[in-house]
């Protein structure tokens, strides 16, 4: 491959993080950055074969780290976290470069992988069980959580680290060594924090086995091998509702565990009181950023007809003239799609919204830089209902309006598509804000008042409903699904007291 501005950067990126590997394997995997459309680095991929073998050393590494005390598992994390610190712009960078976000977005995914270790190095002294009162007199009741297993970590190209890192923390915290298969989009971002991990792993010492965090690098097929295999204790997959649908059946069909954290249709609701001021920021940010590619982006918004000439008209300014750009060299809000598949499924999407007598604003591709690189104006489309592409995830900048009159019905459109990830309200009433959280308010796994669908943060657990999988991850006690728990009765009497006060006289 002949070196252009970009390869040099690679390079020079990956050897910052500590990741010198050969980047130039010709007939190897393909990774291409979508700032420019262009092949940066030719990886070798990882077949089944060295897959099983990968599962094989975890399931060894397993067996001593389970045995490391919770607190000394945390010391490496906090390390982690420490290497993390010195490698976030480089980092940053490797990111901003196969995922095509902003730097402040790109550093933004890293800071959030520091804020779950230091999370996760507190929960190592926090693995509480329950004492639990017994009927039985002379007993003691309690539950004791223990370490799992190996955990097969999928994630998806648009948040090419942190959700690895959601999951590695805590497993590791937790007693379990990780395998990272990440997306075959973005397999830099994972070897460069891989090389990262290491350099705590090396400080850490001997009490950390080999093994104990892997990555693999290729496509699904590498992915079904960690889901079939019964030597992995937990599939956490980040992805699409497309990927959970294959995935979800076959863990569940060896009974293993499973954290599915998949596709969503956020949506916004914006009522007569809100802060218009505040709502259009918010919602600018949620449905624009990271040019539509979130999980948590805000693809649809309920109006209130009252309200609707106030904002919408200034949501449709600033779709106008928000900066879309080359991210590594402008401080453009918008960058690229992923690539030319997404930019088509953008197109289809807006031609079916207008033939359904949508009123599309912006949604056209912009020249910048090669043919290569797929650029386009986030699009705003006024939709008389919530029908065809509304119902869906694109994975692109659109964000479809519809006015509302009364909230519950805004509420049950809301409600009536298969994704429930993230969901907010605008409004300063509080019989409003209540309802949106109440039992008859959003169903999502996310719900949030006066602040936009997108930019989670990693203390409460991360997940939704529905078509989005039911995973959950991150703070709150998202790391339950990381150990197995025991219920323990322990009897200090003479006597021998059955349950329920059941007799068996020998
Ligand atoms: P994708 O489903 O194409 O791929 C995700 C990962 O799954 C990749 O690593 C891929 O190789 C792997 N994979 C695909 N098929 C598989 C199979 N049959 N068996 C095992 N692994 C398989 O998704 P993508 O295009 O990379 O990411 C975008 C999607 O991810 C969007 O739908 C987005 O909403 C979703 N997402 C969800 C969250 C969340 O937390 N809910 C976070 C980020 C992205």
Redesign the pocket.
């Known amino acids: 491959m002949p070196t252009t501005p970009l390869k040099t950067m690679v390079s020079e990126t990956m050897k910052n993080c500590g990741a010198a590997a050969k980047l130039d394997d010709e007939g190897g995997l393909a990774v291409i950055s979508p700032v420019t459309g262009e092949t940066v680095a030719q990886l070798p991929e990882h077949s089944v074969a060295e897959t099983h073998a990968a599962i094989a050393r975890a399931n060894e590494a397993f067996r001593k780290w389970r045995l490391i005390p919770a607190p000394r598992r945390g010391e490496l994390v906090r390390l982690f976290a420490e290497e993390l610190r010195k490698s976030k712009e480089n980092l940053g960078r490797i990111v901003s470069i196969e995922a095509g976000k902003s730097p402040s977005e790109g550093q933004g995914e890293v800071q959030e992988m520091i804020d779950i270790c230091d999370f996760a190095v507190g929960l190592s002294r926090q693995l509480y069980g329950l004492t639990i009162a017994t009927e039985r007199p002379g007993h003691r009741m309690m539950e004791t959580w223990h370490p799992l297993g190996v955990v097969g970590i999928?994630?998806?190209?648009?948040?090419p680290c942190a959700?690895w890192c959601w999951n590695a923390a805590l497993a590791l915290v937790c007693g379990d060594p990780v395998i990272w298969?990440?997306?075959?989009?973005?397999p830099l971002t994972a070897l460069a924090c891989q090389a990262v991990f290491e350099r705590a792993l090396a400080r850490f010492g001997d009490d950390a086995p080999d093994g104990l965090s892997q990555v693999l690098v290729?496509?699904?097929?590498?992915?079904?091998a960690?889901?079939e295999s019964e030597k992995v204790a937990l599939i956490s997959?980040?992805?699409?509702?497309?990927?959970?649908r294959?995935?979800g059946p076959?863990v569940a069909a060896r009974f293993g565990k499973c954290i599915?954290?998949?596709?969503?249709n956020n949506a916004g609701i914006v009522c007569p009181s809100a802060d218009m001021d505040m709502a259009l920021r918010a919602i600018a940010f949620g449905a624009m950023g990271t040019a539509g590619?979130?999980?948590?982006?805000m693809r649809r918004l309920f109006v209130h007809e009252s309200v609707y000439d106030q904002i919408v008209p200034a949501l449709k300014k600033a779709y106008a003239s928000v900066s879309v750009g080359n991210p590594l060299e402008t401080q453009a809000l918008v960058g690229p799609l992923?690539d030319k598949t997404?930019y088509d499924s953008m197109v289809t999407a807006l031609a079916e919204a207008a033939d359904l007598g949508g009123v599309v604003h912006g949604g056209e591709r912009e020249q910048i830089g090669p043919d290569s690189a797929y650029y386009v104006r986030p699009a705003i489309v006024e939709m008389p209902a919530q029908t065809g592409p509304v119902t869906r995830?694109t994975?692109a900048p659109i964000l479809y309006v519809m006015k509302y009159s009364d909230l519950d019905d805004a509420l049950e459109q809301h409600n009536d598509v298969g994704?429930g990830?993230s969901s907010a309200i605008f409004t300063t009433d509080l019989r409003e804000m209540e309802i949106f959280l109440s039992a008859k308010g959003s169903d999502c796994g996310i719900t949030n008042v006066n602040i936009g669908t997108s930019g989670a943060e990693i203390g409460g657990a991360?997940?939704?409903e529905k078509e989005?999988?039911g995973?959950r991850?991150s703070g709150s006690d998202a790391w339950r699904a990381y150990m197995r728990r025991a219920t323990n009765t322990i009897n200090y009497s003479t006597e021998l007291p059955l349950a329920q006060g059941v007799t068996f006289d020998i």
């Open positions: 999928i994630t998806a190209f648009n948040f959700p298969k990440p997306s075959e989009k973005t290729g496509g699904p097929s590498v992915g079904e960690l889901v997959a980040t992805g699409s509702t497309r990927m959970g294959i995935v076959k599915l954290e998949l596709g969503g590619q979130r999980c948590t982006t992923i997404a995830e994975f994704g990830l991360f997940g939704g989005t999988g995973g991850e």
